[in-house]
């Protein structure tokens, strides 16, 4: 059976998106806060950050689906990490965890070895994130990535199979497997890569896609990152830096229409990558 | 007694905000840290945040008036918040709560509640975050609000009389009383609902115009949202997204003129909300 | 012998970070982060916000220099601040010191003073700062200065020679001194004063030019200041306000030409101040 892989199945999903708002429970890096909420808005849902133990897991009740992300992580956030994500599998939502910076540390690579058994939705990183993560020989600079996408793939795919997830791999073009099948993403542009956080933020957008289509994560992370990659494209024609290119992005995220949508969403199967 | 509450009466609060700089320490969310400083900087206050439980409470010294957000709330910073607020009620300082979220958890509605016993000058939430702070019904979703202004108004006048405080509803029309009298601001573009922690921010605005007017919190308060909501005003003429609209906001609050503020200030008694 | 302080040396160097890209580890407070993180990646450095126990000092294997900036101090991060400035002192890698507040509580100035103690090759602070960390009379108004820095000079002269560092100090016109010599930084503008952490951010900025110039950290910061101001001077041609002027200053930095450093740089040696 073919993916449903349009602009027209992602504007129906965005569409979804922005009717239902879903709430996205963040527990994020510091770094992130600002931008990913802001996204989270800018695209019709509902951002949440709370983390402490006191009350991260009791929160989820609240949401349609949670963001994991250890960026600058601590150990007071990573017992509510764990938790929130044990919380989220047990009332059977969506979650979903950014590696930031797997391989670096070997603290940071064991908390995130013990949130992959919590069995996330989706994990999504660069490519030297995702091959530390699924075991292998990544090699880390900082929260940069050496590697390419498709270098990463068959671990990526590896991972995918072994956890029952969705693993998503970012680069010039974006990777996106369930472990079986494969699609590339070949929207955006590479002064996103100037910005902080953008990793970050499309990681919980592709939360609040999850949320409205909770069956089919692999299609709606795709879609997510289309749809992200698309308003970076327009908001780069006009941009003049990193910085008005934020602006652009979260605006064109807020104001992009059905038209631009479907006629530029760059999406495909691409299973023998 | 009338009220003063013309344009010209928040034009002169204003000026003395940036004549005289108010030092406003903060203790608030991380997502809401850059807005706020820039916020308080354009509008010609002083940020300066501090929360640990070192010195927290020393700083309190230094500051006008102090601005307590519980928006992502840990136990490490609980003792803080309270030492910080009982160290400014002793100085006979000013200050300022912004009940984020309260109702969603019951270790976050406790905290709140212990601050609320600490007597803060203003209060300042959405009307689902101010009814369960009055104890009353209030529907929490994440943290937006499920009710009106107007809904939360009676139980925000119980709550004022009874803490000896201002308090300020947020809504489409933002509603502020100390339990006797009801002030209306009309002013604000319903963009700003995408732009996060803007709420945050103008809790920590209406804690320098209070600074400036500590005999007045009521009119204060009003100045205070009149004059942001007027500065959102002119930023949505020109903005493509809520992203250009938070540029704008924060321009506009740094330049907007005397003329400007005079003639378009929405403000009124509403006693019979 | 003459310092190199012409826009062509600024210019060489600032190519040089943008060549290699080194990776800066910060350990910084919560409202700068986002400014930093970009301002680092719109000059061609690769930020890293990695500051607990658990890994920061095994992070700094992976960085080209440090800066830690005390801003939001609270105990849980001192004990990081304090291995990870001794891990770079032991592999020989380059530490900046941001020491935001110095002399507002006691909490605040002992952490500082401690963190002099293991041999910054940089701080960087206003004239208050400064005054404070030599053991002067600093007058501090919160994260404000009250002096000049000219004032702060002669005690930033001792304190360079002291700790054996180079001390830079914030003001209309920048000095930098190694305790010996004395050079002038005259770029910038004035409402760089009304956007939070521009000061934290330029300071992470010179870690970046240290890094590729290790040897001479005197001319390496100077120069940072230079192009940083000079970009600022380009944005606020053009800025409406502080949050035009903070977007545009980092998309000049990511833009600026080498006509335009090399002719508008102002630095001088000022020996005689």
């Known amino acids: 059976m073919d993916l449903q892989l349009t602009g027209a199945s992602a504007w129906e999903l965005f569409c979804k998106v922005k009717e239902t708002g879903p709430l996205i429970q963040c527990i994020t890096n510091f770094v992130s806060m600002d931008i990913m909420a802001n996204m989270l808005l800018a695209a019709g849902a509902s951002p949440a950050m709370a983390h402490s133990r006191e009350e991260a897991a009791e929160f989820v009740r609240l949401a349609s689906a ?4 250890v960026g600058t992580l601590s150990p007071e956030w990573t017992d509510s990490m764990r938790a929130t994500a044990t919380a989220a599998r047990e009332l059977g939502k969506p979650w979903v965890l950014d590696p930031v910076g797997a391989g670096a540390t070997t603290f940071r690579t064991q908390t995130i ?3 992959v058994d919590l069995k996330p939705t989706l994990i999504r990183g660069n490519a030297s994130e995702v091959m530390a993560v699924a075991g292998g020989v990544g090699t880390v600079r900082g929260v940069d990535s050496t590697a390419s996408a498709v270098e990463a793939l068959s671990l990526g795919k590896d991972l995918a199979r072994r956890v029952g997830c969705v693993v998503a791999i970012s680069g010039a073009t974006d990777l996106v497997t369930d472990g079986h099948r494969v699609v590339a993403c070949r929207n955006g542009t590479p002064l996103l890569t100037k910005v902080t956080a953008t990793g970050c933020a499309v990681t919980a957008l592709a939360a609040a896609f999850i949320a409205c289509a909770p069956h089919d994560p692999l299609t709606a992370t795709a879609h997510a990152l289309a749809v992200f990659g698309l308003a970076a494209e327009l908001a780069a024609r006009e941009a003049r830096g990193p910085a008005s290119l934020r602006v652009g992005l979260l605006d064109a995220l807020y ?6 949508v479907c006629e530029n969403v760059l999406l495909n199967e691409a299973n023998d990558t």
Chains 1, 2, 3 share one sequence.
């Open 66 to 69: 949670v963001l994991i992300n």
């Open 113 to 115: 070895l013990s949130l």
């Open 255 to 260: 104001s992009v229409k059905q038209s631009q």
